[in-house]
């Protein structure tokens, strides 16, 4: 088992800056891609971006590349989300999630294991 605790979020301005943190425990030598997702009210979790444990591949939600920048720091077994310029529309619960599966589906909910709780970041205008 892996478990995941996500901390970070918070309440800023249109145009901040926030890094959210994912840290691991349990099995985290099984881990093989840890991903960012996140959920608006009354929508869909969407992929945001994903990072191969080991950090040889990185993948982004296109339309967030450039503002959003994911790596992960292994001797702390934590991921982080750094999220600049943020938008209105950027305000969600952002969640991470992890998988032991070698797979290229990382976009997809249905590939991850294991997910944290949740941190909601809400951007005002």
């Known amino acids: 088992q892996v478990q995941l605790v996500e901390s970070g979020g918070g309440l800023v301005q249109a145009g901040d800056s926030l890094r959210l943190s994912c840290a691991a425990s349990?099995?985290?030598?099984?881990?093989?891609?840890v991903g960012w997702f996140r959920q608006a009210p009354g929508k869909e979790r969407d992929f945001v971006a994903a990072?191969?444990?080991?950090?040889?591949?990185?993948n982004y939600l296109a339309s967030l590349k450039g503002r959003f920048t994911i790596s992960r720091d292994n001797a702390k077994n934590t991921v982080y989300l750094q999220m600049n310029s943020l938008k209105p529309e950027d305000t969600a619960v952002y969640y991470c999630?992890?998988?032991?599966?070698?797979?290229?589906?990382?976009?997809?909910?249905?590939?991850?294991?294991?997910w944290g709780q949740g941190t909601q970041v809400t951007v005002s205008s």
């Open positions: 990072v191969n444990w080991d950090g040889t591949k990185i």
């Open positions: 349990g099995r985290t030598f099984s881990i093989y891609v």
């Open positions: 999630a992890a998988t032991d599966y070698s797979t290229a589906a990382i976009s997809d909910t249905r590939t991850y294991q294991y």
